[in-house]
């Protein structure tokens, strides 16, 4: 069985003993057996948040919830620009910043080189996605084309149902 990294439920609720057994499990940093640590632990896992937090990913790996926590603030940041940069225009400009795709379609104008550039960090992005052989994704099913081993999921196979019309 995976390490749990959030405090089990007792009866719907999370308790002060699921917080200390969660702390000695999972949580090697000295910060968290300090005062202030502890009540920051409790507080959290004993809030609202806390508790939908432990009731949706309550059975995740470290490793989902370490891409959640690396992920989620970069699309979180990623949409808050792009949104306050589309609506810009809407504000009299007083947002001073542009879209990313704005951002690009202004450098392919400056020089259509850079179309190739972004074109290129797309595909090689995209290919290290799928074919990339680590222990991370070794339990996803592979399928093997001219020798390269592909790692896929939903995003693929919907891609290549699309293909096959």
Known sequence: MAEQVVPSLEAGRVTDRAVDELRERALRSWFWRTRFGDWLLRKFWKSWLGLWFTK???DATPEELHGYAHWGPVAL???VTEILGAL????RDFIPWPTISG?????EDLNSLWSVAVVAVI???AFDA???DDVSRATKPVLTVKGFKVHYGWPLVLSRLRWSR
């Open 103 to 107: 951002t690009v379609g202004h450098l």
């Open 130 to 132: 799928v074919s990339r």
């Open 77 to 79: 940041a990623i949409a």
């Open 123 to 125: 595909a090689i992005t």
């Open 56 to 58: 949706h990913f309550g």
């Open 88 to 91: 810009s225009r809407t504000f």
